[in-house]
């Protein structure tokens, strides 16, 4: 099996990372940073964004596993102490392989069409005043919003900052696409709904952008700023994530030790 590992360039991830390749080696697992079969990140469930955005390309050909250096995440549940294990089941064992959605944004700017794809969310901000957009969904008029922004998750993201902002919690087998709202200003012109809404994964939402304005997009942990965008597409992509499981990681157990403290046995 071709490989490569990501860490998140602290000292720990960097010699979990060397030890890793030491143990791949007396294994017979073959490095390869431009062509892998599996990426192994290293860090936390920010590494392994990292580290799906650097072989996004490539998504439909590999498989994620995830180590952490501090605490559970939802990406990473290998613990640092069990790399020998990781590396023996790589080498050995078939792993249960399980795809999760991603949210796919196609931007419309005077350069034309540009897609992009996101593991946990797009956002998008008004850089110096408050967002004016319209939001259609399914091509029709839906809300129109005034604030400080939008965020559009996929079921993975739904624990990142969607629940920050009092989005539901869904599981990442469910095919769809999270829209919630950042402080949206509701007066007579700009009304919304006001809670999060779910779409499925044969609906869209349309971002029309209404006034002259500088926006900040993030995919992920990577953001832009632009002044020319018409209007952004919002959908489930048709392409998913792979992670590989060596052994179960179940998503609820993982909600449960982040958010409500109590040990998974
Ligand atoms: P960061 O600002 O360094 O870290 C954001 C935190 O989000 C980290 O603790 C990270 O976990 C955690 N996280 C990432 N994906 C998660 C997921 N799917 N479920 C639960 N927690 C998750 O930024 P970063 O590490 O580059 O991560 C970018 C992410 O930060 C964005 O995708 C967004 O979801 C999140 N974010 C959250 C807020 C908010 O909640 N107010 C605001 C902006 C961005 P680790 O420590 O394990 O890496």
Redesign the pocket.
């Given at each position: 099996m071709n490989y490569v590992v990501i860490d998140?360039g602290d000292k720990l991830s960097k010699q979990l990372a060397a030890q890793f390749h030491i143990l791949a080696a007396a294994r017979g697992l073959v490095r390869n940073d431009e062509r892998p079969q599996m990426v192994v990140s290293i860090?936390?469930?920010?590494?392994?964004?990292?580290a799906f955005h650097s072989h996004a390309d490539q998504v439909e050909d590999i498989a994620f596993v995830g180590v952490?250096t501090?605490?559970l995440?939802?990406?990473?549940d290998w613990k640092a102490d069990e790399l020998e294990e990781l590396v023996r089941m790589m080498a050995e064992d078939e792993p249960k392989i399980v795809r999760y959605p991603l949210a796919e944004i196609v931007l419309d700017t005077s350069e034309g069409l540009s897609t992009y794809i996101?593991?946990?969310?797009f956002?998008l901000k008004g850089v110096d005043n408050t967002l004016v957009a319209q939001i259609d969904i399914n091509d029709e008029l839906f809300e129109m919003f005034r604030g400080d922004g939008i965020v559009v998750?996929t079921p993975?993201?739904?624990?990142?900052?969607?629940?920050?902002?009092g989005g539901a919690v869904i599981h990442p087998s469910i095919d769809c696409l999270q829209i919630a709202e950042i402080a949206s200003i509701n007066n007579r012109v700009y009304r919304t709904l006001g809670s999060s809404v779910v779409l499925p994964q044969h609906h869209h939402c349309d971002i029309i952008s209404r006034k002259d304005q500088r926006l900040q997009l993030?995919f992920?942990?990577l953001n832009i700023t632009r002044s020319d965008i018409r209007s952004i597409r919002c959908s489930v992509s048709a392409r998913k994530i792979s992670f590989a499981r060596y052994r179960p990681f179940p998503f609820w157990n993982r909600v449960r030790e982040?958010f409500l403290g109590y040990e998974v046995k």
């Open positions: 998140r860090g936390g469930d920010g590494t392994l964004l990292q952490h501090g605490h995440g939802f990406f990473a996101a593991v946990n969310e956002t998750s993975s993201g739904s624990t990142a900052y969607n629940k920050s902002l993030t992920d942990h982040a």
